[in-house]
């Protein structure tokens, strides 16, 4: 039995890292091999965006021979009742870009995850940008039609696509990172690199010119650390025997 753990940052996948592995999490398109419970566990770093995080789990997918995948993050509150810390797991996923609906098998799997401790079952939007502002995250929610509960990020969509490729079971989980009417504090799409992913340096940069931003991305910074925290605790109870 081999599951795979998979994120866009390695931020996300820190804490499960450091309990399983006793490392950092890899660096993007890599992955790190350990033990629980008697299964055999990847943990991967797909990097950000759709296309790059498409493109490492179907890597991956074709080196490997995988049974499930926990696709794991952060995300941004779409919902009122949603907080920072919040865990969200998918019952289907909508890819803004297309408006098209991909829904996760009804699995043992799915069942597990949904029934462990603290978590809420809701929807999944794609976005092909990051969503800053809390009023394009209003909008957005207006595409989740009958959902009570839903989540934005950027890769759900494109790792449900592989998986459904693959024939591969998928669970994904979002812990909310920023209610929904809440500003992140700084455009994080204007800072990506061609590949999709957000330069730190150039987040730095934009930093020391508004240095009203720093508290906020501390902040920022603290619960993305706490949602790795979350996200291992929920791995590990999905997985046990």
Do not use: H
């Not at 629980?36 to 179907?58: C, V």
């Not at 890819?95 to 949904?114: C, M, Q, R």
């Amino acid at each position: 039995m081999t599951v795979a753990v998979v994120a866009a940052m390695a931020e996300e996948l820190a804490s499960l890292s450091w309990r399983l592995a006793g490392k950092r999490p890899p660096q993007p398109g890599r992955w790190i091999e350990c033990e629980t419970g008697g299964r055999e566990m990847l943990l991967a770093t797909t990097g950000e965006g759709a296309s790059q995080s498409s493109a490492a789990l179907r890597a991956l997918s074709s080196a490997r021979s995988l049974d499930v995948v926990l696709g794991v993050g952060v995300g941004g509150g779409l919902s009122p009742e949603l907080e920072a810390g919040d865990l969200v797991i998918a019952e289907r996923v909508i890819d803004a870009a297309t408006g098209a609906e991909l829904t996760s098998e009804p699995t043992g799997w799915l069942t597990k995850g949904l029934r462990a401790r603290s978590v809420q079952a809701g929807a999944v939007v794609s976005s092909p940008a990051i969503v800053w502002r809390a009023e394009a995250k209003r909008r957005l929610a207006d595409l989740v039609v009958g959902a009570a509960t839903a989540v934005v990020d950027l890769e759900s969509a494109g790792w449900m696509a592989i998986c459904a490729e693959a024939g591969l079971p998928v669970v994904i989980a979002r812990c909310v990172c920023d209610p929904v009417d809440e500003d992140l504090p700084l455009d994080f799409e204007a800072l990506r690199n061609p590949s999709g992913t957000v330069d730190r340096r150039r987040v730095v940069m934009a930093a020391l010119v508004r240095p009203g931003v720093w508290i906020p991305l501390r902040r920022l910074e603290r619960r993305v650390r706490a949602g790795s925290e979350r996200i291992a605790d929920w791995v590990l109870e999905v997985v046990a025997p």
